[in-house]
């Protein structure tokens, strides 16, 4: 079964709008990882954070991680049209070899 | 630098027929995978490659095979295809290494229906 599941699943705001997605996770991991995809394309990496890191940023992006909730929240400020896309939490359970396990995804629409 | 190259994009096959999915990654990774993308299921671990010459079964590996050609290549094949094959196919690899990131780098994906 799936480590990760995103809420909600699909999200619909207006451009300059704040978006918010969660992830909720089941067993301890190592690092949590969000990954973008848009329509008829890969998934591309945008943000890790570790297990002893509670707070992340990386440009319009602030990642939060609560292990002892296990669960973790993507928040894009400023949306924008371009920001149209699904968004998938990835848990990476260890360090070494053990693959990395993906939500069902969070489908964000940006209206401009 | 072109990443993970997989063939082909798009595929129709008919019940019972067999292909081969072909993944190439020019990174020297160690760890190679195969997805699956399902409407409504996300991402599905079909079979993965944890270092060239070992292979293991992911989530969903029944009606799959793969072969880890060499450290570059990760090829998929179905057997006998069945209607519930049909999906989008991704296939990734990442550096599995205590100096390395554990980003993945993904395909652009196999587009496949089975009729």
């Known amino acids: 079964s799936q480590q990760g599941e995103e809420d909600p699943q699909a999200l619909s705001i207006q451009e300059g709008e704040n978006a918010t997605m969660n992830c909720s996770y089941k067993?301890?991991?190592?690092?949590l990882q969000w990954y973008r995809q848009n329509s008829g394309r890969g998934l591309v990496h945008l943000i890790l954070?570790?297990?002893?890191?509670r707070e992340k940023h990386s440009g319009r992006l602030r990642v939060t991680l609560d292990t002892s909730k296990k669960s973790s929240s993507l928040l894009i400020t400023a949306s924008r049209a371009a920001d149209t896309a699904s968004y998938f939490c990835?848990?990476?359970?260890?360090?070494?070899?053990?693959?990395?396990?993906f939500g069902k995804g969070t489908r964000l629409s940006v209206i401009a | 630098n072109a990443g993970v190259t997989q063939t082909p994009k798009f595929q129709v096959l008919k019940t019972g027929q067999s292909m081969t999915l072909q993944c190439a990654q020019d990174?020297?990774?160690?760890?190679m995978y195969w997805y699956r993308q399902d409407p409504g299921m996300g991402l599905r671990l079909i079979y993965y490659?944890?270092?060239?010459?070992?292979?293991d079964k992911g989530e969903v590996p029944n009606g799959y095979n793969v072969s880890r050609l060499n450290k570059r290549e990760f090829s998929l094949r179905l057997e006998s295809a069945a209607p519930s094959q049909t999906s989008v196919y991704f296939c990734?690899?990442?550096?599995?290494?205590?100096?390395?990131?554990?980003?993945?780098?993904f395909g652009e994906g196999s587009w496949l229906t089975v009729v």
């Open positions: 990835a848990t990476d359970a260890r360090s070494g070899n053990t693959p990395l396990v």
């Open positions: 067993t301890s991991i190592n690092n």
């Open positions: 490659s944890a270092s060239e010459g070992t292979t």
């Open positions: 954070i570790r297990s002893n890191e």
């Open positions: 990174m020297n990774h160690n760890s």
């Open positions: 990734a690899s990442r550096d599995v290494s205590k100096f390395s990131g554990n980003t993945i780098y």
